[in-house]
Nanobody
Framework: EVQLVESGGGLVQPGGSLTLSCAAS????????MAWVRQTPGKELELIAR????????RYSQPFRGRFTISRDNANDMLYLRANSLKIEDTAMYYC????????????RGQGTQVTVSS
């Protein structure tokens, strides 16, 4: 059974930073591309970034380039998202997702971690 457990969310002030983590189990982590998506109430899932199996290739959606960094540790089955210069509009539930590199199927995701950006 695929299990993805996100952590690291919380309350942060505008301009601050967070690192989100995702612990993966139940599948061979190094064999799959991974991604981070987010969702705010009433809106669709929004792709932040995806990373290849080895971590050598990553792609970011335009709103997140330069502020967010996706990374992975295949030795420990972990996925990370570093979020800098956070804005109030970055407030959302953040999910890590097991993906096929070219697919936008985000159904295999964890329970999420809430990030709230507020002064």
């Amino acid at each position: 059974e695929v299990q993805l457990v996100e952590s690291g969310g919380g309350l942060v002030q505008p301009g601050g930073s967070l690192t989100l983590s995702c612990a993966a189990s139940g599948f061979t982590f190094r064999d799959y591309a991974m991604a981070w998506v987010r969702q705010t109430p009433g809106k669709e899932l929004e792709l932040i970034a995806r990373i290849s199996t080895t971590g050598s290739n990553s792609r970011y959606s335009q709103p997140f380039r330069g502020r967010f960094t996706i990374s992975r540790d295949n030795a420990n089955d972990m996925l990370y998202l570093r979020a800098n210069s956070l804005k109030i509009e970055d407030t959302a539930m953040y999910y890590c997702v097991k993906v096929i590199w070219s697919s936008n199927d985000f159904s295999q995701r964890g329970q999420g971690t809430q990030v709230t950006v507020s002064s």
